[in-house]
């Protein structure tokens, strides 16, 4: 997957409410900081797992982004 436009796939995932494609974009060690808890989840499954939990929780979340950067490179 190409980074540009990531976050679009990211918001898209999070607005389904389909934690496993939200775990999927993380490395299969990746690490999900919960700043409101301050637990980590590691790894796809448990990142999936406390997402699904979330999403049960909050039926109703939804994410805007307010800001978006253009980075322009020459690279």
Do not use: C
């Not at 918001?11 to 974009?25: M, Q």
């Not at 993380?26 to 919960?34: A, K, L, R, S, V």
């Not at 637990?39 to 109703?60: E, N, S």
């Amino acid at each position: 997957m190409k980074l540009h436009g990531i976050a679009d796939v990211l918001y898209g995932a999070y607005n389904r409410h389909d934690a496993a494609a939200v775990a999927e974009l993380y490395d299969g060690n990746g690490i999900h900081e919960d700043m409101a808890i301050g637990h980590a989840k590691v790894g796809q499954t448990a990142i999936a797992d406390g997402l699904q939990k979330f999403f049960g929780w909050f039926p109703g979340a939804h994410w805007v982004p307010y800001v978006r950067m253009q980075i322009h490179s020459d690279r």
